[in-house]
């Protein structure tokens, strides 16, 4: 009976210990139960600002990797492509682009338009035949490309030895020629100029060679002359005037007049002893532009970052080929006919030249 009554007591005392601490609590919450959401969002926002920088920077770019289509070895673009992605990876820090040696620039245009290629360098003239399907583009029209920048200008150069008798376009008629690879932007400007003179292919024995394959060619007396649409110097031809003598042929005012007229993407040039030190007077030919050019699903921060490198890594690229000296934000504007790609367009805004 003690047993019970004492058992009861102290269950009794039990349930009143857990009421008053009950009520004590509910008086006097804790503030992280009962703050007002208001309150919640500034610790929130105060613990964000507390936070380092870092951890709330971005993860580090992921390497991107591009293949960039250029022309043969013995000519510009590919060394100069090697120039422009040494810049590149300089620049940018996460861009590694792999230079591969091609037909140059239609086979170019080809390679960007069939997703072959991320980069190529062309000559505005044949990219503008190919968007357009028109003068010596023969396919479909290759719409899949886009314009990052103009380079440098490309000189249209008609190369004889000294002996051949060839002092003018006119006087190729009955020779054997090199009109460069066949689709190839050379073989549409030699084309065009021998057109200015009157004459066709028809009215020449044409050979379909490269730059270094026409100099062979020269050397070995099977050819009188070979069209080469670079800049200069020209690999094949300096190698060429090593063991032959030769010069480059002058084009008539009247009719360099009259290929801008029908061409407008060219533009009258002067060559001299700076060019090639065999020169030994200046001559008046035409040159188009070589032009950066990317497939237009590159993505926008990449294309704009692969610019802005070349702008600003113009010394660096100088120093590793003469015709980095072109390289400017003014000048990459110039001659454009396809449009650029979005993030060429945002970069040249942002700095003011469009």
């Known amino acids: 009976m003690k047993r019970t009554r004492y058992s009861a007591i102290v ?62 070895t013995s000519g510009t673009y590919y060394p100069f492509g090697g120039a422009l ?45 190919a968007y357009n399907a028109t003068n010596t583009w023969t396919g479909e029209a290759v719409t899949g490309m886009s314009t990052l920048m103009s380079l440098y200008p490309e000189v249209c150069q008609l190369i004889v030895s000294a002996d051949s008798g060839i002092n003018s376009v006119a006087d190729l008629a009955g020779k054997r020629v090199s009109t460069g690879d066949i689709g190839s932007g050379v073989e549409a400007n030699a084309t065009q ?21 026409s100099a062979d060619a020269m050397k070995d007396k099977t050819i009188d002359a070979f069209f080469a649409t670079s800049g200069t110097p020209n690999t094949a031809v300096m190698d060429l005037q090593t063991s032959r003598n030769i010069k480059v042929i002058n084009l008539d005012d ?11 993407f060219y533009a009258k040039v002067t060559l001299s002893s700076d060019d090639y030190s065999f020169l030994a007077e200046p001559v008046n030919t035409v040159a188009v532009q070589a032009t950066l050019i990317a497939s237009p ?34 000048y990459a504007i110039q001659g454009i006919s396809v449009a ?4 060429a367009e945002k970069y040249f805004k942002e700095i003011g030249v469009l």
């Open 11 to 72: 269950m009794s005392l039990a349930v009143f210990a857990m009421f008053t601490l009950g009520s004590c609590n509910s008086s006097t919450p804790p503030a992280s139960s009962a703050a007002p959401a208001s309150d919640a969002a500034s610790d929130a926002a105060s613990v964000s600002a507390s936070e380092p920088a870092s951890s709330a920077a971005p993860a580090a770019q992921d390497t991107v990797r591009l293949i960039m289509a250029t022309g043969g």
């Open 193 to 213: 100029i021998l057109e200015a003179y009157g004459l066709t292919v028809a009215d020449i024995s044409q050979e379909h060679l490269s730059f270094a394959a």
């Open 340 to 343: 650029f790609h979005p993030g």
């Open 297 to 330: 699903d590159m993505d926008e921060q990449v294309a704009y970052d692969i610019v802005k490198a070349i702008i600003e890594g113009k010394d660096a690229i100088t120093a590793a080929h003469a015709k980095g000296a072109y390289i400017s934000a003014e």
């Open 85 to 129: 992605a040494q810049a590149i990876d300089a620049g940018t820090g996460y861009i590694r682009v792999n230079v591969n040696a091609t037909g140059a620039s239609a086979e170019n245009v080809q390679q960007i338009g069939g997703s072959l290629a991320d980069l190529a360098i062309v000559q505005n003239d044949v990219m503008d035949y």
């Open 254 to 264: 009247d009719k360099i007049d009259s290929l801008i007229a029908k061409y407008p």
